[in-house]
């Protein structure tokens, strides 16, 4: 509820898409070890995918979801069914009154943080966040909403599920056509159900919202407290802060600016930053904890006819009440394309990411790029080929490797 979600541009109607695949992919280090202990196989991959996108009277918003079924040629691991997914969708049952809100992640995460992401070091957690939304007119500009959410986060394997049962209000103003103000407050109470109670903590957060929302720029800003009592342990809180700003440069050419400094624990974190799942250090063995986050991204867009250009780069550094995890992570990615042809692109892609663990003193460095050809043999059907190479770097005792990886992918769409 308390997230910042910047929709999507809306469609005309209700558009559904569907994506078949096979593919092979050879590793030369499939469990990402240290020198003189890798081990090779290949992964042999069917995929289904579907996607949802709609701005209705009665529904709005989008949905998309991926199953793999993966098969290693040599056994190193047990075949396993693998989804990934997402959903952000609003039934309208009074338009302008009342709707239910519903979002979804389906996603892969890590289980050890200062391990490898391989195949043995992940498992799937499931979000799921539901709830009505109230608006009452007071009159004029003024509004007055309220809504209530039940979270549920599962784990395929650990016994960090939990639950969440919140409610907020919130008192609005709207001046003019492009600028709003909200006066919120966020009340919340999360379960583990599978740990002790003492692990049980209430929350409130209360904050203003000023939305501005122009021909070319998009900004929301939130500055308030959090408060949070916990079973076991000193209550805690602190000042609650965040800003999304969004900039169209030109017509091909989007800039995005994120910066926060707040209270957050797993299940908000999936839930408000979709697109980075497996790449999150909220592993599973901190999945309990609350921490406190400030983090800064960058992200640029830029796309042509002739090619594109996706930049991001993150700053964020985390302060876990009870886990030994805090950190300081430093990320950079780049997908650079090029068409090289009525039917190919090329695209050059990279990534580079370092850990700085405060208890430890560890300092993790991963890197990874590559090389991908798209080629269309017809319309709706496509032949991936990909070349990349990953490594990691560490000053820790265990960790480091160095893996090579080439992928060949059939896929079609409909």
Do not use: K
């Not at 995460?109 to 992401?117: A, D, G």
């Not at 408000?272 to 592993?283: F, I, T, V, Y």
Request: glycine share 8%; aromatic share 8%; hydrophobic share 35%.
């Amino acid at each position: 509820m308390a997230g910042m979600l910047l929709w999507p541009p809306a469609v005309t109607a209700l558009d559904t898409a569907w994506e078949l695949g096979v593919s092979q992919e050879h590793s030369d280090n499939i469990q990402r070890n240290p020198e003189g202990q890798e081990v090779a196989d290949v992964v042999r991959t069917g995929s289904l995918g579907a996607q949802l996108q709609a701005d209705r009277s009665y529904l709005e918003g989008q949905a998309e979801v991926r199953v793999d079924y993966l098969h290693y040629r040599e056994g190193t691991f047990n075949d396993e069914v693998r989804g990934q997914g997402s959903a952000d969708l609003t039934w309208h049952i009074a338009p302008e009154r009342l709707s239910w809100q519903l979002q979804e992640r389906l996603a892969v995460v890590e289980e050890r943080s200062t391990e490898p992401l391989s195949p043995g070091n992940r498992q799937q957690v499931n979000v799921f966040s539901t709830g009505p939304d109230y608006r009452l007119r007071l009159g004029g500009s003024r509004f007055l909403d309220a809504g209530a959410r039940y979270t549920d986060l599962r784990y395929s394997r650990s016994d960090n599920d939990s639950q969440r049962v919140g409610v907020q209000f919130q008192v609005g103003y709207r001046p003019s056509p492009v600028l709003e103000n909200r006066l919120i407050l966020d009340m919340t109470r999360t379960h583990f159900p599978q740990r002790a109670s003492t692990r049980d903590y209430d929350r409130q957060d209360l904050y203003g919202r000023i939305s501005l929302r122009g021909a070319t720029t998009r900004t929301v800003a939130d500055l308030g407290v959090t408060s949070i009592q916990r079973a076991a342990g000193d209550d805690i809180g602190g000042a609650l802060a965040r800003l999304a700003w969004e900039r169209d440069l030109t017509a091909v050419t989007e800039l995005r600016v994120n910066l926060a400094g707040e209270y957050s624990n797993t299940a908000s974190d999936l839930l408000g930053r979709p697109e980075e799942p497996a790449r999150d250090p909220a592993a599973v063995e901190s999945a309990a904890d609350v921490f406190f986050a400030r983090r800064g991204d960058i992200g640029i867009r830029h796309e042509t006819p002739r090619g594109s250009l996706a930049l991001d780069l993150l700053v964020e550094d985390r302060e876990y009440e009870e886990a030994p995890l805090d950190q300081l992570r430093t990320q950079a990615s780049l997908i650079l394309g090029v068409v090289a042809g009525p039917r190919s692109r090329l695209e050059l892609f990279g990534y580079h990411a370092a850990y700085d663990y405060d208890a430890t003193e560890r300092r993790d460095v991963d890197r990874e790029g590559g090389l991908r050809l798209r080629y269309r043999l017809r319309r709706s059907l496509e032949v991936r080929l990909e070349g990349a190479r990953a490594e990691r770097m560490t000053n820790g005792d265990t960790g480091e490797y160095q893996e090579n990886r080439v992928l060949l992918e059939l896929s079609y769409r409909g």
